[in-house]
C-alpha cells in the first residue's frame, strides 16, 4: 500500500542552470526529502539552456518520480519555473533553486504552513524569525534594501520575496500563469504581485535554512545581478500599474520548439 496520502498531489520545480556537476547529488537528496512527505509527488527539472552535460546527466542516471524539460538557449529562472508550471500536475506546486544554499528540510515546513493557513501562496522567507541563515552582510544590506523599494512600489506584506522556494496552490498558478512575463531576475516578485492583483490575499512566510555562498561570484557579476533586478522590477511596476496589464487574461508560456522531454524510467 502506497504510504503517501491521496489529498494532495506534489510538483516540485527545480529550474537548472550549468549544474552538471550537482545535479544528480541535488535531485537524490530532494528525493530523500519528498520520500517522507504525505503526499505523493513528481520532481520537474527545467534545465535552462543546453550549454554543459546536465541534461546527459539526468538522461543516464533517470530518477525516480523525475522528468526533465530542456532547451537549447539560457532563457533565465524565471523563465524556466514557467515551463516548469506549464507542465506541473500537481494540485500544490513548489518551485525550489537547484544549488545546495537551501536547506531542502525546509518543503516539510513549508507543506505545513500551507495547510496550517489555507494559503494561497507560502513564501520560503531569510526574514522569518526562525530562519537560520548564513550570508554576507553586503547581500543583508541588498535584501533589506529590495524589501522596501517593494514595499513601497507594490505595497507587499511579505518580508523576503526573493528566497528561490515557494509554493502555490494550483488555482493560483492557473490564473497567474498565463499573465506572467518575466524570464530572469524577478519572476517571484511578479508571481506575488499578480496574486495580489487578482486577489489572493493568504499569501504568508515560513522559515527556511540557507547558507549562501557568496565567495565565488565577482563584484562585476554582482553589480550586473543588482541593475537587472532593478530594471526588472520597474517593468513589473510598469505593467502593473501603467499598462494594467495583470488584469487582462494573458496566454500560456509557448513552447519551445527544440524542447527535449525526459520521463522517470518505469521501474
Given amino acids: 500500500m502506497d504510504a503517501h496520502s491521496k ?24 528525493q530523500r526529502v ?21 541534461f546527459d546527466k539526468l538522461k ?27 507542465y506541473a ?6 518551485f525550489i533553486d537547484a544549488g545546495e544554499e537551501i536547506d531542502p528540510n525546509g518543503i516539510s ?38 524589501y522596501f523599494l517593494v514595499k513601497v512600489l507594490f505595497g507587499v506584506k511579505i518580508k ?21 512575463v518575466e524570464k530572469r531576475f524577478t519572476g517571484d516578485l511578479e508571481i506575488l504581485v499578480v ?20 565567495s565565488g561570484i565577482s563584484s562585476a557579476a554582482t553589480l550586473k545581478a543588482i541593475w537587472g533586478m532593478f530594471i526588472d522590477t520597474m517593468a513589473i511596476f510598469y505593467r502593473a500599474y501603467l499598462l494594467h496589464h495583470y488584469r487582462k487574461h494573458g496566454r500560456l508560456i509557448r513552447t519551445p520548439r527544440n524542447l527535449k522531454i525526459l520521463t522517470p524510467k518505469i521501474v
Fill in 160 to 180: 523576503d520575496t526573493q528566497a528561490g522556494i515557494k509554493i502555490l496552490k494550483r488555482k493560483v498558478m492557473i490564473k497567474v500563469l498565463p499573465r506572467l
Fill in 195 to 214: 496574486s495580489k492583483i487578482l486577489g489572493f490575499k493568504r499569501i504568508y512566510e515560513a522559515p527556511i535554512k540557507l547558507d549562501y555562498d557568496f
Fill in 109 to 146: 515546513m513549508l507543506l505545513e504552513h500551507m495547510e496550517w493557513y489555507n494559503a494561497d501562496i507560502i513564501v520560503g522567507s531569510k526574514r522569518h524569525p526562525a530562519s537560520v541563515v548564513s550570508y554576507s552582510w553586503q547581500r543583508k544590506i541588498l535584501s533589506y534594501g529590495y
Fill in 7 to 30: 489529498t494532495h498531489f506534489l510538483t516540485l520545480i527545480v529550474p537548472a542552470h550549468k549544474k552538471e556537476k550537482t545535479i544528480i547529488q541535488n535531485i537524490r537528496r530532494l
Fill in 60 to 86: 543516464k542516471s533517470r530518477p525516480k518520480k523525475t522528468y526533465c524539460l530542456s532547451y537549447l538557449k539560457n532563457q533565465g529562472k524565471s523563465y524556466a519555473i514557467r515551463l516548469g508550471m506549464r
Fill in 34 to 54: 519528498l520520500d517522507t512527505i504525505r503526499y505523493d509527488y513528481e520532481i520537474i527539472v527545467v534545465v535552462d539552456g543546453m550549454l554543459d552535460k546536465t
Fill in 89 to 94: 500536475r500537481g494540485d500544490y506546486v513548489m
